[in-house]
């Protein structure tokens, strides 16, 4: 299970940690880019408008507020960004595969295409916005009870990358940590 790092300074740099999990029957998960899960840097928003505004103004749109489907799935052409707005939730991030970890109000995961996501409980002011790059906000959804074939894969290596960090903006701290060495021209 990832550190909860919680940051007590929200001018300083954020904690961010990255998730991988290998391929499995029902996700693919993504073997170029981890999810990244960033603890407390929406910390001075409040409410989900305030959350889905941020993600607007950094060029990610298709903005909802919700919850997570409580089955294991995953989006094979979108990257996706999901904020807490309120409340907290044990998520399993990773598919069947992978591993649950509690979020809060203000901690923000980016998940790249074909990585499995799933709610396992909440409380009950849990609520979550989603967010999209620009051309992707029309993404589809894959039940891991679906599983997927050669055509999924290569629909999620064929997914444009993000150009703007969903939080911070440019070339802030969660895009850098998902792209890492896959960003274009290094």
């Known amino acids: 299970m990832p550190p909860?790092?919680?940051?007590?300074?929200?001018?300083?740099?954020?904690?961010?940690d990255t998730l991988t999990f290998p391929a499995g029957d029902g996700v693919p998960n993504n073997d170029r880019?981890?999810?990244?899960?960033?603890?407390?840097v929406?910390?001075?928003e409040s409410g989900d408008s305030a959350v889905r505004a941020?993600?607007?103004s950094n060029g990610w749109g298709g903005t909802w507020t919700w919850r997570v489907f409580?089955?294991?799935?995953?989006?094979?052409?979108?990257?996706?960004?999901?904020?807490?707005?309120?409340?907290?939730?044990?998520?399993?991030l990773g598919g069947p595969q992978g591993v649950d970890?509690?979020?809060t109000a203000g901690d923000v995961i980016v998940l790249p295409p074909g990585f499995g996501h799933k709610q396992e409980s909440a409380s009950n002011?849990?609520?979550?916005?989603?967010?999209?790059?620009?051309?992707?906000e029309d993404y589809s959804v894959i039940r891991a009870t679906d599983g997927y074939d050669q055509a999924v894969l290569e629909a999620i290596t064929?997914?444009?990358?993000?150009?703007?960090?969903?939080?911070?903006?440019?070339?802030?701290?969660?895009?850098?940590?998902?792209?890492?060495s896959s960003r274009p021209g290094s």
């Open 4 to 16: 909860d790092r919680r940051n007590s300074n929200e001018d300083a740099a954020p904690a961010v």
């Open 33 to 40: 880019f981890p999810a990244v899960l960033a603890r407390d």
């Open 42 to 44: 929406l910390a001075r």
């Open 54 to 56: 941020r993600f607007e």
């Open 70 to 92: 409580d089955f294991h799935h995953f989006h094979p052409d979108a990257f996706e960004v999901l904020g807490v707005a309120t409340g907290s939730a044990r998520l399993h």
């Open 101 to 103: 970890i509690e979020v």
């Open 125 to 136: 002011d849990f609520r979550i916005c989603g967010a999209y790059p620009p051309g992707q």
């Open 158 to 180: 064929s997914v444009p990358l993000p150009r703007t960090d969903p939080v911070f903006g440019g070339d802030g701290p969660l895009l850098a940590a998902l792209l890492g």
